[in-house]
Each structure stands twice: as structure tokens, then as C-alpha cells.
């Protein structure tokens, strides 16, 4: 949905111990495995939404979609597409009515990579945008409900993951500090780029 590039939300991801733009951002990142991220398998019954990607990076920079088979514990991580540039990713058919975990990782030529990852509710029948951008920098993503082409909107229930130093914060923890707080919760996120991206980084993101 080319109206879908008006959207840019920035998120600010989380992992390890590096502290940058005046504050601690950090990176977020899978646990090491030995080997290759597995492909995403869409469910063949039950409740379904669907979820479409759009990317606006310089040619020549890579970025990848991958949904945690591990919702809650943000693990398992199923490849569900790599592209480069600003190249869409094919729409993807979600399991409804059960929380969803999914992230986008963008990777530059030097290979510093940095990921944005969300945790949404989808329903049945609804359509999700991921709309993801990287700068120099770091890199934004959003998770967006897009069922109505003409009132595309930040999706209520998405809840930022990387938050602090965690790279996985319980949704227990982020829908209390939301109930608390409501207006405290900033909607734009990003995540600043990581240098050296490790052999499992490179995997995802190569599709190998």
C-alpha cells in the first residue's frame, strides 16, 4: 500500500550493554543458535488475519521479517522474508486471536544490523501493516492496523519489546506500566544500528 510509506514510527530496540544517543539504547538480538533461521509456515486452519511489510531503505541494504514461534519469550524465530531496499515483502496469513510476535531487522552493507521488534493481538478477518525504515543510524518499524485503506492507524495492542535492558519484556510488565500510565507511553520507537553483525545475524538475514 504505497500510502502505507507515510508512516514511520521509530522504536528503540534492545540487547547487550551499549548506550547511545544520550540515553540507553539498546540493541536487541536473538539468542545465538547453530544453525539457520527456519521459514515461516502460515496456518492452514482457524482464525487468520492478514499482515503486509513495506521498507524504505537505500538500495543495496537488506532488511528481514521474522515472527517468534515464541510469542511471549520472544524465541523460535521463524524466517518469514528477506528483500532489499524499498522491495515489499509478500503479505503473510497470521493465526488469529493469540498474541503475535514479530520483528523486522535491517542490515547495512558493513553489516551493522539492528532489529525492531513488537507484540500484537491480531483478529480475524484484520489486516496489519509493518512499516519499516533504517537511516545512517538506526532503523524504525511500526506495527499498523490497516484494515481500512483510508484510516490506517497504530495498531492498539502492539506493545514494544525491547524496551530498557531487556530484549524481551514480559507483556505482563509493559500492559501494566500502560494501564498506569497511558499517556507516558511514547508511540514512536527506533533502534540504533549494532556494527559487527554475528554469523546467526547474517544467517537470517541472507535466508541461509
Known sequence: ??????????QRAACGTTSMLGSALLIGCATP????????VAPVDGPTARLLTRSSLPAGERYGVFLYADAEGCREPRRVGIAEGDQALPAMTLQADRPTTIEFAAMKPDRAICRVRWTFDPLPGKTYLLAGSATRERCVARVLDASDADDIKPEATALWRNGGAASCTPTAELRARRSSSPDAERLEREAVLRPGATAQDLQGLTGR
Open 33 to 40: 543458535q547453530s544453525t539457520s533461521i527456519p521459514a515461516y
Open 1 to 10: 500500500m504505497p500510502r502505507s510509506k507515510r508512516f514511520r514510527v521509530a
